[in-house]
């Protein structure tokens, strides 16, 4: 058979994966603190008909070989981790991360898994919570009777008691990052889990040790850009096509060679 039968099919589904990867990222363009992702392909091993440098029969040396491709693969898909649009909301509890760092989220069997998203909301006993009813790390408690709550740059989370004008302090936010975000592990609902690539978390007090600093009132948005990923859109999709052509091409090749029988 024909080689370019299948090796233009590992195009077709290199190109079919980048897709998936590119209809995920414009499925969570409005997803708060979503990070983009990336394919990357590599091609696969050679099929080495002559070495270069060999000897030919005249003694002269062989300057280039003769090696074929076999297609190409998916070597990994990595997360980018670029800052996403910063965005005032005017809601006391959203928080953005401006730098590096990750909000530290306490999982109902006890581990800690990290989060850019700032979306906090207060449960029945006033601890500040995701989305998903999780409490941050350290957890914070806000007293039933303050009026409102101000978030320091560095974290420091004050509460103003009712009938008070002076600020309580009732927390501090601690940021966690890693020496490779990249190796984090998607959970899903815009939580990362920690593994051996990424590397052990490093806390600390934002605005500290190369963590980023804490804006309340904003919230930081997905780092998808529409255009580049319509961009990468087309292009997967003219890459998938020209591989189908040579697929149809070689199945043509094949019905001339049978024509000839």
Known sequence: MIKALSI?????????????????????????????????FQDLLYQTIRNAGGNTSSGTEIPTGIQVGLGTRTAAIQKIFTSGDITQTGNELDLAIEGPGFFQVEMPDGETVYTRAGTLKKDSTGRLVTSEGN???????????????????????????DGSTEGTQVGNIELANFSNPAGLMSLGRNLLQE??????????????????????????????SVMEEMVNMIAGQRAYEINSKAIKTADEMLQMTNNLV
């Open 195 to 224: 593994t051996p690539a990424s590397g052990a978390p490093t806390t600390g007090t934002p605005g500290l040790l190369g963590l980023g600093t804490i804006s309340q009132g904003y919230i930081e948005g997905s780092n998808v």
């Open 135 to 161: 409490p941050i790390v350290p957890q914070i408690s806000i007293p039933e009777n303050a009026t409102r709550v101000t978030i320091h740059d560095d974290g420091t989370v004050e509460a103003f008691l």
């Open 8 to 40: 233009a099919a590992s195009g077709m589904e290199a190109q079919q994966l980048n897709m998936d990867v590119i209809a995920n990222n414009l499925a969570n363009v409005n997803t708060s603190g979503f990070k983009k992702s990336r394919a990357d």
